[in-house]
């Protein structure tokens, strides 16, 4: 998921919040409505973001703003769907696209992306569907990240896996004028958490920093009440050579790079604000938290 402000913005903005540095990081509650959690996340500017929740009915919220000013807490607002005639089901994943201001890509679990437009902060509206090439009716896919080199943009996506089934991903080049993937030349790598154990989505979101490397929570979800645990891993990095994708896994991509083994949140949406990855989650009859945190890039 990418991002489109200044670093001096964002260096004022995450230590105004004191989120970015390691040892004062804390979660910061949006609510403890079951309908507002967090399952993807992406930038609008240094004091909102755009999130997704998974609503399946009809009076389910799909679209929030989530304003985080400085000094002050983090508060969500619900945003009307974009599109007044279908609602989307079971919205998972969020991603910006570079180089067309308040453009985004939602998906949803059964491999439908649509392409909506904000229109400020209170209006949206849709521009256009698309349908993932390796989507099945048995999809249940969680993670989605665009990430471009220059005119060259890659689009990669991920079922989330279980205990018995790694997480599977996906890639491939998609142009972003016209909304099209190259669904000949898709390619896969398969990944299973090392942690957590049981009740495991291997992976619940994909980000990718600035460098091309991807980065992927993971979560435990035993039911609505818990407990949850959550892990971040970077598993590689994406390079573009003569417009070809290049992808070379971390040798340590087995472990993860941070732990949540008490926190009880189930992270489901992640997206770096340079080198500070933004966190949030899903955590079912507990509500929804988010966080900022630095990472190590290499």
């Given at each position: 998921?990418?991002?489109?402000?200044?670093?001096?913005?964002?260096?004022?903005?995450?230590?105004?919040?004191?989120?970015?540095a390691?040892?004062t990081?804390?979660?910061?509650?949006?609510?403890e409505?079951k309908?507002?959690?967090?399952s993807g996340?992406?930038?609008?500017d240094k004091e909102?973001f755009l999130?997704?929740?998974?609503g399946?009915?009809?009076?389910?919220?799909?679209?929030?703003?989530?304003?985080?000013?400085?000094g002050?807490e983090?508060?969500?607002a619900?945003?009307?769907?974009?599109?007044?005639?279908?609602?989307?089901?079971?919205?998972e994943?969020i991603t910006?696209i570079?180089?067309?201001?308040?453009?985004?890509?939602v998906?949803?679990?059964?491999?439908s992306?649509?392409?909506i437009q904000?229109q400020?902060?209170n209006?949206c509206k849709?521009t256009a569907h698309i349908t993932l090439?390796?989507?099945?009716?048995?999809?249940?896919m969680?993670?989605?990240?665009?990430h471009?080199?220059g005119?060259?943009c890659?689009?990669?996506?991920?079922?989330?896996?279980d205990d018995?089934?790694?997480?599977?991903l996906s890639w491939?080049?998609?142009?972003?004028?016209k909304?099209?993937i190259a669904?000949?030349?898709?390619k896969?790598f398969e990944f299973?958490?090392s942690?957590?154990?049981?009740?495991?989505?291997?992976i619940?979101d994909?980000a990718?920093d600035?460098q091309?490397?991807?980065?992927v929570s993971?979560a435990?979800?035993?039911g609505d009440?818990g407990?949850?645990?959550s892990a971040?891993?970077?598993?590689?990095?994406f390079s573009?050579n003569?417009?070809?994708?290049?992808?070379?896994p971390?040798?340590?991509n087995?472990?993860?790079v941070a732990?949540?083994?008490t926190?009880?949140i189930k992270?489901?949406?992640?997206?770096f604000?340079?080198d500070?990855?933004?966190m949030?989650?899903?955590?079912e009859?507990k509500?929804?938290k988010?966080m900022?945190k630095?990472?190590?890039i290499?």
């Amino acid at each position: 998921m990418q991002t489109n402000f200044y670093f001096i913005s964002l260096f004022t903005f995450c230590f105004a919040l004191t989120g970015c540095a390691k040892d004062t990081i804390q979660w910061h509650s949006l609510g403890e409505t079951k309908s507002i959690g967090v399952s993807g996340i992406a930038t609008i500017d240094k004091e909102h973001f755009l999130v997704v929740h998974d609503g399946k009915k009809t009076e389910h919220p799909r679209l929030g703003v989530v304003t985080w000013q400085e000094g002050k807490e983090p508060a969500l607002a619900q945003l009307d769907w974009c599109d007044k005639t279908t609602l989307p089901i079971d919205l998972e994943a969020i991603t910006a696209i570079p180089n067309h201001e308040h453009d985004y890509l939602v998906l949803e679990s059964k491999g439908s992306v649509s392409r909506i437009q904000l229109q400020g902060i209170n209006n949206c509206k849709t521009t256009a569907h698309i349908t993932l090439p390796t989507a099945t009716a048995q999809s249940n896919m969680e993670a989605l990240a665009l990430h471009c080199f220059g005119a060259d943009c890659i689009l990669i996506w991920a079922e989330r896996g279980d205990d018995k089934q790694a997480a599977k991903l996906s890639w491939a080049k998609f142009d972003s004028d016209k909304n099209t993937i190259a669904s000949t030349q898709v390619k896969t790598f398969e990944f299973t958490a090392s942690y957590p154990g049981l009740n495991r989505r291997s992976i619940s979101d994909i980000a990718i920093d600035k460098q091309g490397a991807m980065w992927v929570s993971s979560a435990s979800d035993p039911g609505d009440e818990g407990p949850f645990q959550s892990a971040i891993y970077r598993l590689g990095a994406f390079s573009m050579n003569n417009s070809e994708i290049n992808w070379i896994p971390s040798s340590n991509n087995t472990q993860p790079v941070a732990k949540y083994e008490t926190d009880n949140i189930k992270i489901e949406g992640i997206s770096f604000i340079q080198d500070d990855l933004i966190m949030g989650t899903d955590d079912e009859n507990k509500g929804s938290k988010i966080m900022i945190k630095q990472f190590s890039i290499k």
